[in-house]
């Protein structure tokens, strides 16, 4: 893995750390790096969350390293920028730590996670078209589904930036929070989400990733069509059998995953 990306398995939670001074810009071989991490994320059975943070406490990410531009390299890698804009079958939650500014591709970065925690000094913008250049068509969506249209609109066209105190306002972000208890803050939600369940965490995330913009007529199609296997594997499972047991028994469940 390439020195600019840093992976640290602590219990269940892969801590991934983009370290490139000095604005943790990414090129693609950063952001290939940052796919191998995620792939490792993906296929190992023990680690259930990752937490996506930068270096220093400046920026998280000014996103794409521009200095690069034109040298015919955009192999971002498997899952596309970042390793995870396109990761689509990520059944797995990822909170991103944003320790200060997060721009542009380190914005779309953000928006791909399923969490974000901010440091409340931290901005939040998208500066593509004031370089002539477009988002990832992948970060509308994303984008719209979590900010007023008006809002979403002017930060698209214009590059409006908007403060950690907005963001949480807005429903953007989870919190805000002082730049020492960020960490903290995202540790301990990744270990609260580990104490749960893994095999109804990864249904829930596939349920709502299928479901989460459908109707409700909509969602039961898609349980009806076979589409919900996430939710098919829950039921019936021994750890289905092992939490209410555990609850009758007042103690706490012991997760197989199976």
Not at 34 to 63: E, H, K, N, P, Y
Not at 87 to 98: E, G, T, Y
Not at 103 to 111: K, R, T
Not at 217 to 229: F, I, K, S
Request: proline residues 4%.
């Amino acid at each position: 893995m390439a020195d600019s990306v840093r992976a640290e398995q602590k219990g269940g939670v892969l801590e991934i750390t983009l370290d490139r001074p000095k604005a943790n810009a990414i090129d693609a071989a950063t952001s290939r790096a940052l796919s191998a991490a995620f792939v490792r994320f993906q296929d190992d059975d023990a680690l259930r969350v990752a937490i996506v943070t930068g270096a220093g406490d400046r920026i998280f990410s000014a996103g794409w390293d521009l200095s690069t531009s034109g040298d015919g390299d955009e192999d971002w890698g498997d899952g596309g920028w970042c390793g995870l804009c396109e990761r689509l079958d990520l059944d797995k939650p990822v909170i991103a730590a944003i320790n200060g500014a997060c721009v542009a591709g380190g914005f779309e970065l953000a928006l791909a996670c399923d969490f974000m925690i901010t440091a409340n000094h931290a901005q939040f913008f998208l500066s593509e078209a004031t370089l002539g250049l477009t988002v990832d068509i992948g970060t509308i969506p994303r984008l719209m589904q979590r900010l007023p249209q008006q809002v979403a609109l002017e930060m698209l066209y214009t590059g409006r930036r908007l403060s950690a105190a907005e963001a949480e306002q807005m429903g953007l972000v989870l919190r805000s929070i002082p730049a020492a208890d960020l960490m903290p803050a995202a540790r301990e939600l990744a270990d609260r989400i580990v104490a749960s369940a893994p095999l109804s965490v990864a249904a829930l995330k596939q349920m709502v990733q299928i479901a989460g913009a459908m109707s409700a007529e909509e969602a039961y199609a898609a349980r009806d069509q076979g589409r919900l296997t996430g939710q098919e594997r829950v039921h019936g499972s021994e750890d289905a059998l092992e939490g209410p047991c555990a609850f009758m028994e007042k103690r706490p469940p012991v997760w197989k995953g199976r």
